[in-house]
């Protein structure tokens, strides 16, 4: 197993044996269009679509990973990560030359 500078990646290699690209399904983009910006996408760290999209269109965020770093959205139960993930894939999607 490689290592990594990123500890929730590293954690998460270790819990599921497996690289996070493969360990998290993002949601479909018409899913992820039904989230307004105000809508609550990580309730457990109270973090909203228009926080996530809002960092990768700026470049500060590139990744899922760097999303959880920065925001800790997906760290608590979980059940928000396929959301997230899919937002972040749809953001970085939009970029030009892409």
Do not use: H, W, Y
Request: hydrophobic share 40%; with cysteine; aromatic share 2%.
């Amino acid at each position: 197993m490689e290592t990594t500078a990123n500890p929730l990646a590293a954690l998460r290699n270790l819990v599921l044996d497996s690289e996070p690209e493969s360990a998290v399904v993002p949601a479909s983009a018409e899913d992820c269009a039904t989230f307004d910006d105000d809508a609550m996408v990580c309730t457990c760290a109270n973090v909203n679509a228009g926080e996530i999209r809002s960092l990768v269109r700026s470049g500060e965020c590139n990744s899922l990973d760097d999303i959880q770093v920065r925001t800790r959205a997906g760290g608590g139960c979980g059940s928000c990560l396929p959301f997230v993930a899919g937002i972040v894939q749809v953001e970085i999607g939009k970029r030009p030359g892409l």
